[in-house]
């Protein structure tokens, strides 16, 4: 950035351009996939210059991660959410079908496919995803202990990790289904997930 820029940089009006972007990347993502989708293409989405963008991201490498740190604050701010109800683990059964729904929706399923797929193959992708993981499991693992705790309900180690991964394969797994099988049903999807929440939050 040059010094005229500097002296007449806005952070609102850049935190605007920066989610224009990641708006944009995220349409062309979903539609593409990631290596087709080109940053010429996400600025023409963007309505801004090829040169313009690159003011607020160096590449679709850190478009990705601004995803991953975007999601990373998103679910920390559902898990500071949950923790203020009277009964966490019960409004997590309750609230299964919108989470279920927001799960299968498509604009946040495929581009997290498209996340994933590309950890699979960059490093660097792969390790910003692990560390987005591990300070959520730490948020819900906390969490999770805690309510179980008031229960009187095993706070192990193991049984805290090992509840807390299969809720959390529960979800992430939905996309996957949602691919292989477009006409599930989902109100007796959203049962059964009710049916293994319980046996999982309370036992």
């Known amino acids: 950035m040059s010094s005229t820029e500097k002296r007449h940089y806005n952070p609102e009006r850049a935190q605007q351009r920066r989610e224009q972007v990641l708006d944009a990347a995220a349409q062309c993502f ?9 940053m010429a293409e996400i600025s023409k ?13 160096s590449g679709k490498d850190e478009i990705i991660s601004a995803f991953i740190e975007l ?7 559902l898990l500071g959410e949950l923790g203020q109800a009277e009964d966490p683990l019960q409004e997590m059964v309750d609230t299964t079908r919108e989470h279920v729904d927001e799960s299968l929706e498509p604009v946040n ?4 496919l498209e ?10 992708i792969a390790l910003r995803v692990q560390e987005g993981d591990r300070v959520s499991r730490e948020q819900f693992g906390g969490l999770l202990r805690r309510c179980r705790e008031a229960r009187g309900l095993s706070t192990d180690d193991a049984t805290i990790d090992g509840r807390m991964e299969v809720l959390i394969a529960m979800y992430q797994g939905l996309p ?5 099988n477009p ?5 007796a999807l959203s049962e059964s997930f009710k049916v293994a929440l319980r046996a999982l ?3």
């Open 115 to 124: 996340i994933s797929a590309e950890a699979s193959r960059n490093d660097k």
């Open 30 to 38: 979903a539609r593409r996939g990631f290596h087709a989708a080109s």
């Open 109 to 112: 399923w495929k581009l997290y």
């Open 71 to 77: 999601d990373t604050e998103r679910v920390g701010e």
């Open 201 to 203: 939050l309370f036992s």
């Open 45 to 57: 989405v963007a309505g801004m210059s090829a040169g313009h963008i690159y003011n607020y991201f």
């Open 183 to 187: 006409d599930l049903d989902r109100d």
């Open 176 to 180: 996957l289904r949602l691919l292989h």
